[in-house]
């Protein structure tokens, strides 16, 4: 089984996702370089499409790839909706691919983050402060509790921020009192398994995190695939 991931992010994802797949998928080896991934026989592989809007004009590139390849199983397409709807977002990407044959045995999986990946980041409830004690954390529960409420549902808090500039904001600064450090640059302290099964334990057990389920769920359905 091989799997092919654009992702929309050019530091958070390329550093996370790989940690988060082989979690979910435990079998499958990573390749680092494009070659090995290629002559491998099975295992998968990150690209970063250089952030929004640039990432659709990555998947021209990507396909290529994959058509180069020629055994990808999988093409996995990973972005963030931002200010937009999810649907608005995933449409665009089908727009993109519609200029392209996609082979037959190729299974695209088009995920859009709502509102980005610090979104998901805020669904971990354990690392997450009930009681916060600094500013402008007690402001941001105030305006919004991502542990009662679905993350994804938040808004911008105020017209200084778009969503995601809010979402990122309000990560960093929850993760920083749990004395839980994260910037986009060095993102280790959410790429263990601790973090990621707090994350999959809210998705299965509230409604919360819909966007996010898609994801789970296609790398849970490969991993059953592999193991049967």
Not at 16 to 41: A, C, G, M, R, T
Not at 134 to 152: F, G, K
Not at 156 to 166: A, K, M
């Amino acid at each position: 089984m091989k799997l092919y991931f654009l992702v929309e992010g050019i530091s958070s994802e390329m550093q996370v996702y790989p940690k988060w797949i082989n979690y979910f998928i435990p079998s499958l080896e990573f390749f680092h370089e494009y070659e090995d991934f290629k002559q491998s026989e099975s295992g998968f592989f990150l690209v970063s499409g250089m952030g929004y809007p640039s990432i659709l004009n990555q998947i021209n590139n990507s396909i290529q790839d994959i058509l180069d390849i020629g055994d990808v199983d999988y093409f996995y397409i990973i972005l963030d909706c931002d200010e937009d709807d999810v649907e608005s977002r995933k449409d665009l990407v089908h727009e993109a691919l519609s200029k392209f044959t996609i082979p037959s045995r190729l299974n695209v999986e088009i995920v859009v983050q709502k509102r980005c990946f610090e979104t998901i980041l805020l669904a971990n409830s354990v690392a997450m402060p009930r009681n916060p004690t600094t500013s402008p954390l007690i402001d941001y529960y105030r305006y919004y509790d991502v542990i009662a409420n679905d993350p994804e549902d938040m808004g911008c808090y105020n017209s200084d921020y778009t969503h995601s500039q809010f979402h990122t904001a309000y990560a960093i600064q929850a993760l920083r009192e749990k004395r839980i450090r994260y910037t986009k640059s060095n993102c280790s302290s959410v790429t263990g398994v601790d973090y990621i099964s707090r994350i999959e334990e809210r998705v299965y057990n509230t409604p919360h995190l819909k966007s996010f389920r898609k994801l789970l769920e296609s790398l849970k359905g490969v991993n059953e695939k592999l193991v049967s």
